[in-house]
């Protein structure tokens, strides 16, 4: 079995290593015993397509916010995303709420220690059920992310593209069978530490990896182009016309956004997809790259004389608020960004 080789030899060495290097972590705890499995929760919803310097600051303004479950359980959810703003990809905060009220009603608020059951909450899928499984509770629960598909792809010298369903099973099963039975949530940790921070995508650091002496891509010095590299694509850009309309006494006239789709619910300055006839040549630009496509959002400040509107596009609500009472509602970033530079 091409696994039982790693099966054998990966955890000691690994888990040797992560007893001296592991960070220090918020949602980790210092004496390395599991975390709560709400503050699992909570960072692996932040953590998803995210940095976890830029995760850091938010994780522990959210958790002195909702300290408990039961607490983000009943918080409104204007509130959660506010504490969410600026860190993007907004369902995850949604999800993580309705999360919250799931465990609450069905589980009287403890997080299940069940991958099956973790997997029917919303917004939780196989690498996050895995993930509160492992760390919380120690079940040896596999999980495949970014750095660990980078790790066993080296590993294992996988040349297939990761992001080919034969080869993500694949990497899911190599997964299945290396998580050992004891210190499971250690060794998942320190699969994507080492993916993090010394099997690194370009230049890894093999000399001071603890499984060199394992690994079939550095034995075949293949480390830099194993996992095949990702072809970068061209990606659109898009502009959108932003107008900060003011009134005499100070109000804005700002805009709440569908329920559905990009930034669903999120507040935003009243902005269109063409140049309306009156923009000012001297806009600021804010620049938001997102997966497909990269915004340039235009933005002016206009006095309620200058602004002739359209009407708001279907499912768009417009109203007047305070800067106060911006404060309180959450925007999308690239707003949040143009707020802070045209008005605070
Ligand atoms: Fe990654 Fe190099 Fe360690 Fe192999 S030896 S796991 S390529 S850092």
Known sequence: ??????SLKLSGPLLRWYDTARRDLPWRTSDGSPPPAYHVLVSEAMLQQTQVATVIPYFHRFISSFPTIHALAGADEQDVLRLWQGLGYYSRARNLRNTAIVICEVYGGVVPRDVSALLTLPG???YTAGAIASLAYDVP????????IRVLCRLEAITDDPKERETVQRLWDIAAQVVPKKRAGDFNSAMMELGATVCTPRNPSCLICPVRGICRAFETQQQQTIPKPKVTRVTPIVERWVMCIRRADGAWLVERRPLKGRWAGLWQFVTFDARPSNFPTDAITVRHALTHRRYVFNAAVFDV???????PRHGITREW???DQMQAV????PHLIIRNRLID
């Open 305 to 311: 004389s200058d602004a002739s509107l359209p009407e």
């Open 124 to 126: 939780v899928g196989r």
């Open 321 to 323: 608020k305070t800067p």
């Open 330 to 333: 959450a925007f999308s970033r």
């Open 1 to 6: 079995m091409v696994t039982s080789r790693l």
């Open 141 to 148: 629960a596999p999980i495949v992310d970014g750095n660990v």
